[in-house]
């Protein structure tokens, strides 16, 4: 799916483990509740994307671009979000433990966590 059109598609539930995603459009897709782990969504437009509650443990979004998204309860443990945009996203209750925040825009300002 490396550069799919994915844009408003409903993927809620779905089981993308490992998925590559490399650069798709998600904007304003509902992946509510979807399984992304080890997923490959480096450079993902996600712009609006509703992620609440969906599993991106260890997954790659370096690059991707979240503004607005919703990431309500979402589990990004080792996350890869590097360079990432989540400028306006909503991001409570999500967990970010032990992800990477490299030049990382976030809801607060920039971050460097994790940068090697």
């Given at each position: 799916l490396d550069s799919a059109d994915l844009e408003?598609?409903?993927?809620?539930?779905?089981n993308l483990y490992g998925a590559n995603l490399w650069y798709a459009n998600l904007n304003g897709a509902d992946l509510t509740g979807a399984k992304l782990t080890w997923a490959n969504l480096r450079g993902a437009n996600l712009t609006g994307a509703n992620l609440s509650g969906a599993n991106l443990k260890m997954a790659n979004l370096g690059y991707a671009n979240l503004k607005g998204a919703d990431l309500t309860e979402a589990e990004l443990d080792k996350a890869d979000l590097s360079n990432a945009d989540l400028t306006g996203a909503n991001i409570e209750g999500a967990d970010f433990r032990a992800a990477?925040?490299?030049?990382t825009k976030t809801p607060w300002?920039?971050?460097?966590?994790?940068?090697?």
């Open positions: 408003g598609a409903n993927l809620t539930g779905a990477i925040f490299c030049n300002g920039l971050e460097n966590i994790g940068c090697e």
